[in-house]
Structure formats: C-alpha cells, structure tokens
C-alpha cells in the first residue's frame, strides 16, 4: 500500500536509465529516452544489473529508472528495498502488472514525465523465502504454464504461446498436497495450485486477479477447492491475462489475507512462480509481506505542488 514518503528532489539532476540491450522493448526504450534530457542511458545485461543498482545506492542517487517487464522490475527491487533509492519504472513488457497496478503510465513519453516529474511513494513487497516479489508467486499448475509458454514463445509469439500453454495446462492438471499454515492454524488441501497476491485481489470475473483499492496491504492467499475449480480458475484467469472476457460467476476458492504464510508442500524443493519468472526454493515457503519496504516513483496527484 503506498505511503507517503519526503520528496526525494532531481531538479537539476540525471537520472541514471538502466535499459537490458536484448530485451525486446529495448529499441522502443532507448527511443524514448533518445527525446527526453535528464537521463544517463546505461546499457545494462540482466547479470550485470543487482551490481550497477548497487552502486546507485552506495552512490546516494535519490532515483533510478530502470525499463522492462515485471521480471525486471522485481529484480530492480530486490536490490532497491530498503534503501533510500526510489525505482521509476519505464514499462517494457507484455503485461506490465506492477506499472499498472500502480498508475505508471505504459506509454513511454508518459512514464518518462512521470519519472522526472513524479512523487515518491513507498509500497508493499513480497518474499517467498529470501525471493522478493512486486506482484504475484504461485506453486503448481501455473509453473508448468510459464515453462511451456517460455518454451513456446520463440516459435509461435507471445499471445498464440500463452493460448497453447493454457489449453495444456487445463488438460493435464495435476494436483499436488499442501499444508497451509496461517498464525500457527493449519489447513491441507489438495489442489493444483496455490497463489498469493500481493494485495487484495477480486477472486470473481470479469475483473478477476485486480487489485481491490490500492496494491498492498496484506498478502492474498488463493487456493481453489479441487481440480474442477482450479480448471475455472485458471481457464478465467488465462483469459483475462490476454484481454479476453470470462464468465462472471463464482470459482470455488479458500482465500485469506495474511501478513505470514508458510506452505509446506511434499518434496524438499519445489519450482515457484514469481513475478512470471520461474525459481526453485527450498521447501517449506514461508511467505510474508513487507510493508512500504520500496519507494517508487508514481504520478503526481491533483493538487500536489
């Protein structure tokens, strides 16, 4: 949830533009940056980008834009928490959660304004272990939706990839067992996917996986009762992902809104969802929700000075 924070002032200043040079919005970025002043474009590789964010914070800059998609966002973050060093973001992916989520603009001359122009806001961030996260993790069915959409997407394009990956993903749902541990109560449920949200989310389409008021607040704990519900579940969820409508009715899911989680699952390590990027942690996961451990740059509000 935002809070806000003292000014953190650039009048005068360049704002260091980190930007992945192999990434696909790469072209469009460095464009935008190419017409706006105040920005030091910094062609950074992914490896390379935990090392130059640091050296931002030893340095003291009091904001950094970095481009691309919620991967990269939350890699940016992971280093920018608790700093003192804002994170404007310069949307470069396919779906951009975070920017929206947040009111960052998706057009690039925007999300320039707002990133020399914006206010300073802190906002809620997740951890799955010692991962972080912006937006959403996940264990089950979504995992192998990601590795065959990623798997895919090389031949058929982003749209058609995550279409197939669904379609696949609904026709071979597996679940698994796991033991939901909420202020030392436990639940176990088998189903084939668990999700936990930053914020609180509405779990009913046609607006389903938004977020309810402003992000933040508590983490969302989403599990559906069963492989029928969790076919619902991810076949509405999926097409709302693409733009697509879904059938509004009620999706037989548990949920709860928690600061601590832990899931303990059946095997030692796992392969967990985080922000669409895939990892493997150690099991149990103990998710908890840190509060306004990140400053962002977000739009100015009417009647700021």
């Avoid at 206010?119 to 996940?138: A, H, K, M, P």
């Avoid at 949920?255 to 990892?279: F, M, N, Q, W, Y």
């Amino acid at each position: 949830m935002g809070i806000a924070r003292p000014e953190h002032r650039v009048v005068g200043c360049t704002i260091h533009a980190y930007v992945n040079p192999a990434a696909g919005g790469a072209k469009a970025a460095l464009a935008a940056l190419d017409q706006k002043s105040g920005f030091d474009v910094r062609l950074t590789p992914p490896e390379r980008l935990a090392v130059a964010l640091r050296q931002a914070v030893s340095a003291g800059e009091p904001r950094v834009l970095v481009a691309g998609g919620d991967g990269t966002i939350a890699s940016a973050a992971a280093v920018l928490a608790g700093s003192d060093t804002a994170l404007a973001v310069l949307p470069g992916g396919t779906l951009n959660h975070f920017a929206r989520d947040h009111g960052i603009p998706t057009d690039l001359e925007d999300a320039l304004r707002v990133a020399t122009e914006g206010r300073v806001t802190q906002v809620d961030v997740g951890y799955v272990n010692q991962r972080l996260f912006v937006n959403t993790s996940s264990v089950g069915v979504y995992v192998r939706f990601v590795e065959t959409r990623d798997r895919l997407e090389r031949h058929l394009g982003y749209w058609a990839a995550s279409l197939v990956a669904g379609l696949r993903m609904l026709g071979s749902l597996r679940s698994t067992r796991v033991t939901v541990e909420v202020e030392g109560r436990k639940t176990e449920y088998v189903a084939p996917l668990a999700l936990i949200a930053i914020g609180e989310r509405i779990l009913v389409p046609p607006k389903l996986g938004q977020a309810v008021g402003e992000p933040g607040g508590a983490l969302h704990v989403v599990i559906p009762r069963g492989k029928r519900q969790a076919r619902r579940f991810t076949r509405a969820y999926s097409r709302i992902d693409r733009g697509m409508s879904a059938e509004p009715q009620a999706l037989g899911l548990d949920s709860a809104l928690v600061d601590h989680v832990r899931l303990d699952l059946s095997r030692p390590t796992v392969k967990v969802a985080v922000d669409g990027e895939i990892v493997r942690q150690r099991t149990p996961l103990e998710y908890r929700l840190e509060r306004g451990a990140l400053s962002v740059v977000v739009p100015r509000e009417e009647g700021d000075g």
